[in-house]
């Protein structure tokens, strides 16, 4: 699917990331105002209908990903852009953690000409402010496909928070979102537990 030219939907638009394990994104996105929806999935390789199985064998080429649903009214894509750079590490090349292959690479997946160019100015200001001690490698390029990942990893965090890869990967992140992004949060979910 190439990228067009289309105007942002005053009602909704779609984000496509990628930064390491989609757990991890996904709940982050989740507790925003203005997302309405985020699923867990692959993008940007080369096989069909690809499994978790084999997108961690790195071959099929696809990325863990997320395809957020959101408002730009409430939450503007760049905002998203944002948030997406402050909670992975856009500087380290199919690595995320411990993490490693190319299905964990930093990914904007654009589904417009105005998403690849907001997504471009952001990097290269965020590289001018060297806020980052290297330079940022996350990939700018058309959406493709998007394959939902199984039913077994959507809204991971929210029912697997003990889960020691939870506990020790996505509880930091989501401590930090409460601490430094409140005001974006939905208010049930800053009384949340987890």
Same mark, same amino acid.
């Given at each position: 699917? #190439? ?6 939907s005053?009602?909704?638009? /779609? ?12 709940a982050? $996105? +989740? ?10 999935g ?23 990903? /997320? @395809? &957020? ?14 948030? $997406?750079?402050?909670?992975?590490? #856009? ?11 190319? @299905?964990?690479?930093?990914?904007? $997946?654009? @589904? ?8 471009? *100015? ?6 001018? +402010?060297? &806020?980052? #001690?290297?330079? /940022? ?8 496909? $998007?394959? #939902?990942a199984?039913?077994?990893? @959507? ?11 939870? *506990?020790?990967? &996505?509880?930091?992140? &989501? ?8 005001? *974006? ?8 537990? +987890?």
């Amino acid at each position: 699917m #190439p990228e067009t030219d289309r105007a942002f939907s005053n009602d909704t638009d /779609i984000a496509t990331l990628a930064g390491g394990c989609f757990w991890c994104l996904e709940a982050v $996105f +989740q507790p925003l105002k203005g997302v309405r929806r985020v699923v867990s999935g692959y993008t940007g390789g080369r096989a069909p209908d690809p499994s978790y199985t084999e997108v961690c064998t790195g071959v099929t080429g696809h990325a863990e990903a /997320i @395809q &957020i649903t959101f408002e730009p009214a409430t939450i503007s894509y760049r905002e998203l852009l944002e948030l $997406f750079f402050a909670f992975h590490d #856009p500087t380290t090349l199919d690595r995320q953690g411990p993490d490693e292959g190319t @299905q964990y690479r930093s990914a904007i $997946f654009s @589904q417009s000409a105005a998403q690849r160019a907001e997504a471009e *100015r952001l990097i290269r200001a965020l590289d001018a +402010q060297k &806020i980052f #001690p290297a330079p /940022i490698v996350t990939e700018v390029v058309a959406a493709g496909r $998007f394959y #939902p990942a199984e039913l077994s990893h @959507q809204d991971y965090y929210r029912r697997n928070p003990d889960k020691a890869y939870c *506990r020790a990967m &996505i509880s930091p992140k &989501i401590a930090k979102l409460r601490a430094k992004y409140s005001e *974006r949060l939905r208010s049930e979910a800053i009384g949340s537990a +987890q």
